[in-house]
């Protein structure tokens, strides 16, 4: 027994000397004398979670707890179950160690990323409230509120107390970087850049920091340097870089040159992108142009000299077709319009299919009809919704108001204006799927006297269209919306209704409640 537990206290030193595979001999050697040594279990499972073996620490911490139940061991189980995909569990194990032991400050803290993860941001913060004296020091802690805060729309709240995780602990790299994303998110634009500076050579955090830099740049008018990281994008956003074999193209004095723009990102990002086409054109003889399958129709009519193939093949198999140079379709941009001038030379609108549009019967008798699309999904989805009852504002125009429903099928009632729909205000054009037919949806678009729409995919095809539209935005947005315009030089019918401050929405309701009076008629 007392050779066990020299082993064993010599294995733990081993353990925090950073000697891995000494500890986890000595740890063996315990076990083979003892196979039900519940510390020494316990003990190799927190070395297996370290070296990432989550399967192996799963197998020794479930024969530690089954030999000895106390609150470490359960939460060191529920941090392997996470890991290994068991979240019920894992919270259950978490549960059971605040039970035996609630002051336990690391079980509460793996309880509340859980409940956070799964969007249940108000029990984190209560949870982690009830922990507050113990965690006021603890980075963990206050990283884990300080992220649950910015779930809630706590901004200043996360600001603060991630600064206070700063000053304990100046080396955090997450830490820094959701600082520092904050304050891009706030509008402060060069002290962010500056932020980002510092990360750029982290290996986990740098192509991140490298990207949100440039976007930085961009955002407070320093073109020249924000360009720099745009190419970023494809490591920090996870976009894949199309291979094609062919040299990149870079506009020159040659108007002779066969170019293939291979399509990324989204229909939104395609549409923007595409509004760049008539600016390339004077550079190229002939351009084949990716684009999703659904945008096709719509932009294959709108330029009948382009030829645009569908983004899902081979990139390599286009390729060989006759280009001879290639170009990223979000490259067009800072290739053709470097400085996001304020008018975009030669841009044109989408042409729907005019036998469509004319055969759409938008519901309704009023004489003034509304589009509203109020959902989006994918990065920072939460911060770019409105609350449902800003919708409200075009409630007391029942009977002078149309609205039409934009939300694409799937997505309805998602989100909805609850109001809205209550009074059968918010009206739908079932015969068109709104999200595999874009041609459908644009003619439908194309009937309306406008459109009001938050961050999304709709956004970019009214304003493609250049059909009279109202953009809600939130402060976390990229280069896209540029920043301190009312509009963008790609879509210039489209206006842009800005957050003056993150997570206020009251100042953009107020403005929009003005242009519904005008659109009904009671404005100036």
């Known amino acids: 027994m007392s050779g ?35 510390d020494a279990l316990n003990l190799l499972g927190v070395l297996e979670l370290q070296g990432k073996r989550y399967a192996e620490a799963t197998d020794y911490l479930e024969r530690a707890v089954a030999s000895k139940r106390t609150a470490e061991y359960l939460g060191n189980l529920g941090v392997a179950y996470k890991h290994v995909g068991k979240r019920t569990a894992a919270a259950s194990r978490f549960k059971a160690a605040l039970e035996l032991q609630p002051e336990n400050l690391e079980a509460a803290i793996n309880l509340a990323a859980l409940l956070h993860e799964e969007g249940r941001s108000d029990e984190a913060r209560e949870l982690l409230g009830a922990h507050a004296a113990g965690g006021a020091h603890h980075p963990r802690y206050l990283f884990n509120l300080a992220n649950v805060c910015i779930e809630t729309g706590e901004f200043d709240r996360a600001r603060a107390l991630l600064e206070d995780l700063l000053t304990i602990a100046p080396a955090d790299v997450g830490a820094r970087f959701n600082h520092t994303m904050l304050l891009k998110n706030a509008g402060e634009f060069e002290r962010a850049a500056h932020g980002f500076e510092q990360l750029v050579g982290d290996p986990g955090k740098g192509p991140g ?22 190419g970023e994008r494809f490591d920090a956003l996870h976009i894949d870089y199309r291979e094609t074999g062919l040299p990149a193209w870079k506009p020159g004095a040659d108007t002779d040159d066969d170019l293939l723009v291979w399509a990324e990102q989204g229909i939104g990002d395609e549409l923007l992108f595409a509004t760049h086409i008539p600016a390339l054109q004077p550079h190229c003889e002939h351009i084949r142009y990716e684009c999703d399958l659904r945008l096709l129709p719509l932009l294959a009519r709108t330029h009948p000299q382009i030829e645009f193939i569908d983004r899902g093949r081979n990139p390599r198999a286009a390729a060989a077709q006759g280009p001879v140079y290639q170009c990223a379709a979000g490259d067009l941009v800072r ?25 759409i019967e ?7 009809r509304v589009g509203l699309s109020y959902h989006t999904s994918g990065s920072n989805a939460e911060h770019r919704m409105p609350p449902a009852c800003l919708w409200n504002v075009f409630a007391e125009f029942e009977g002078r108001i149309e609205l039409v429903d934009l939300q694409s ?47 999304n995919a709709v956004a970019h095809l009214a304003g493609s269209l250049g059909v009279p539209a109202t953009l809600l935005l939130s402060t976390v947005h990229d280069w896209r919306w540029l920043s301190d315009r009312p509009t963008v030089p790609w879509y210039p019918a489209l206006r842009l209704l800005r957050q003056r401050r993150q997570g206020d929405w009251d100042g953009i309701a107020a403005e929009l409640s003005g242009i519904v009076r005008g659109l009904a008629g009671e404005g100036d």
């Not at 066990?4 to 315990?30: F, M, Q, T, W």
């Not at 990207?211 to 360009?227: A, S």
Request: glycine share 10%; hydrophobic share 45%.
């Open 4 to 38: 066990a537990r020299e082993i064993l206290s010599e294995a733990v030193g081993l353990h925090r000397n950073g000697a891995l595979d000494d500890a986890r001999k000595g740890y063996l050697r315990v076990l083979a004398a003892e196979p039900d040594n519940a």
């Open 209 to 230: 920091a490298r990207w949100f830099l440039g976007q930085c740049r961009l955002l407070g008018g320093d073109f020249e340097r924000g360009w720099e990281f745009f």
């Open 335 to 359: 290739h053709t319009n470097p400085g996001l001038d304020n008018r975009l030379a030669g841009s044109v609108p989408l042409v729907v299919d005019a036998d469509r549009a004319a055969a």
């Open 362 to 368: 938008v519901p309704g008798p009023a004489a003034l």
């Open 409 to 455: 099928n799937a997505r309805r009632g998602l989100a909805p204006p609850a109001l809205l729909r209550d009074k059968g205000m918010l009206r739908q054009v079932d015969a068109i799927d709104l999200y595999d037919d874009i041609d459908g949806l644009a003619a439908l678009i194309s009937r309306l006297d406008h459109v009001v729409t938050i961050d």
